[in-house]
């Protein structure tokens, strides 16, 4: 469906504390723009990100949701992002049959020093969902 | 406590019968959470909610932790509907927003409540295959399949495969000639979330979901799983009214027996857990039993506690999970091996999940690794 004139999307991006949040640190501290429709969850690890957070984003009426975390390999409790992936796999799972666009949620992993990668990956996630539109649960809920 | 409360407690006890309490204590005597040491006592709940004591009855622990498993319902001397209660103060709870967090973080309710909205278009059927026949919208026999594919897809850990249950049902409903309704639309059946206290949500789901089987004709509804059985008869007459008939998969084949070619022979012995909403709530326990027998050489040995005695598998609504859940899991699983049986057989998708589940403690192992099929499963193999 098409948006609405002057519409802008709703976005939830999940950072771990360590690598993604301080990615968007940098790029803050490097004064790099990017959209600035989203709101920032930040936890410790991309671990923690299991599927009934971004499910209860989508939920409460959110147009996309990011899960970012550490590069693999560089997780601060060594594995947390490989059990990201596995939780964010369940998710994708289950929004898919419940019929969510698949460009909705999104998984990147950005570290601490990509500043100007934190600032591409919103930008165009947030020029993808702003394509696709209000979030069919949006509509209702807003 | 508010005035408000007080009102809310003494219409919830008058409506449960909870005021024709006369303090005996069979209820918490027979409660599995009770003797197992859980935080919970039926008899307190009751007497504090005749008492309107609001911290215990709606703020308290002990109504998240009761199975609504209906063991103390059936020993009640006064028929206090303790089950209702519970429903009924979780309502209250749930308004009031003081309910603890769901397991799993709550991600299957967020996903009932979001099917209950009915914005999305769902992805629901691509486990059907060319040899199962159903149709999308009209026939005689709508086939329930419930949240099977989206259980199997949330817990992959399990090696879940709830989705055979569904498939074998499509096959046993082919094998008696049926062409079954398998919506493309059908949502939550919305029990777990009534048992939550969201009655609202359950009644956005219950009534697309009866708009949904009026129109496909039906004359029966059939649900290999229980909680989909026990709700969409005991509690979608709002909805509904008094027709198409529902019926869980074992009652309906039970009839048609005679129709099934059971013909393949096994030599395997097998027991059977009695799901909770089918025994004690809708007071099945013989079709489940007669489909087993009917099945050429199969062997079934019952546990110590079967029929409406039977113990439930600690986790069906989704409310609560804890240690004594799992102590209930554990022990029933002992129960099941102790009788020699290689298959633990149930006639509910959600006794196995919460069954696998338990099999995962790593300190158990052997003791309580048991083969699980569900009856429509066992069934479907002697075709
Ligand atoms: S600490 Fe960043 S993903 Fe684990």
Same mark, same amino acid.
């Given at each position: 469906m098409s948006a609405p004139e002057g519409w802008n999307p709703r976005i939830v991006v999940f950072a771990c504390n360590w690598c993604s949040y301080a990615g968007a640190d940098t790029a803050g501290v490097s004064r790099i723009q990017h959209q600035p429709h989203f709101r920032m969850i930040r936890v410790?690890?991309?671990?923690?990100?299991?599927p009934g957070f971004v499910l209860r984003a989508f939920e409460k009426g959110a147009d996309g949701v990011l899960v970012s975390g550490c590069h693999i390999g560089d997780c601060h409790y060594l594995f947390g992002n490989e059990r990201a992936v596995e939780q964010f796999e369940k998710t994708r799972a289950v929004t898919r049959i419940l019929g969510l +666009?698949? +460009?909705?949620l999104r998984l990147e992993w950005i570290s601490a020093a990509e500043g100007a990668r934190f600032a591409q990956v919103i930008d165009q996630f947030t020029e993808r969902v702003r394509a696709l539109g209000p979030s069919p649960l949006a509509r209702e809920a807003r | 406590m508010t005035r408000a409360h007080g009102e809310r407690l003494s219409d919830i006890a008058a409506r449960t019968r $909870? %005021? =024709?309490?006369? !303090?005996?204590g069979k209820c918490s005597a027979t409660c599995p959470v009770t003797r197992i040491g859980? $935080?919970?006592?039926p008899r307190r709940t009751v007497l504090s909610t005749n008492l309107l004591h609001a911290d215990v $009855?709606?703020?308290?622990a002990e109504i998240a932790s009761c @199975?609504?498993?209906?063991a103390c319902d059936r020993r009640c001397p006064v028929q206090v509907d303790f089950t209702g209660l519970v429903r009924a103060l979780r309502e209250v709870s749930h308004e009031e927003d003081a309910q603890p967090e769901c397991p799993h973080g709550g991600a299957l309710q967020s996903l009932m409540r979001m099917m209950a909205r009915g914005t999305l278009q769902q992805q629901?059927?691509?486990? @059907?295959?060319? !040899?199962l026949h159903t149709d999308p919208a009209h026939g005689a026999?709508?086939? %329930?399949?419930?949240c099977t594919v989206y259980y199997d897809a949330f817990f992959p850990e399990y090696g879940m495969r709830t989705l055979d249950v569904t498939r074998a049902a499509v096959r046993l409903l082919n094998a008696l000639g049926q062409v079954p309704v398998v919506s493309p639309d059908e949502v939550c059946c919305g029990h777990d979330l009534l048992w939550n206290g969201d009655r609202a949500s359950f009644e956005a789901l219950a009534r697309r979901n009866a708009a949904l089987i009026q129109e496909s004709g039906a004359e029966v509804v059939v649900a290999p799983c229980a909680e989909c059985a026990r709700t969409l008869r005991l509690d979608y007459g709002p909805f509904l009214?008094?027709?198409?008939r529902i019926q869980h998969l074992s009652e309906y084949l039970a009839e048609r027996l005679s129709d099934l070619p059971l013909v393949r022979e096994t030599t395997r012995r097998v027991t059977f857990q009695d799901p909770c909403r089918l025994g004690r #709530? @809708?007071?099945?326990? !013989?079709a489940p039993r007669s489909l087993l027998a009917a099945v050429p050489g199969l062997e079934l040995v019952e546990m =110590? #506690? =079967?029929? @409406?005695?039977a113990t439930c598998c =600690?986790?069906?609504?989704?409310s609560a999970c804890d240690r004594y859940a799992k102590k209930l899991q554990v022990e029933r699983l002992k129960e099941a091996k102790a009788t020699g049986a290689e298959i633990l057989v149930t006639a509910c998708p959600k006794c196995q999940i919460h069954f696998r589940c338990a099999q995962k403690d790593p300190n158990l192992g052997q003791d309580i690794a048991i083969e699980m099929q569900d009856v429509a499963q066992v069934l479907a193999d002697a075709l």
């Open positions: 410790m690890c991309s671990g923690r990100i299991q +666009e698949d +460009e909705r | $909870a %005021w =024709a309490c006369y !303090d005996c859980g $935080a919970l006592s $009855a709606v703020y308290g @199975l609504t498993c209906g629901r059927l691509d486990w @059907l295959g060319p !040899d026999v709508f086939l %329930w399949t419930g009214g008094s027709s198409p #709530h @809708l007071g099945v326990v !013989d =110590a #506690h =079967a029929g @409406l005695n =600690a986790g069906g609504t989704w």
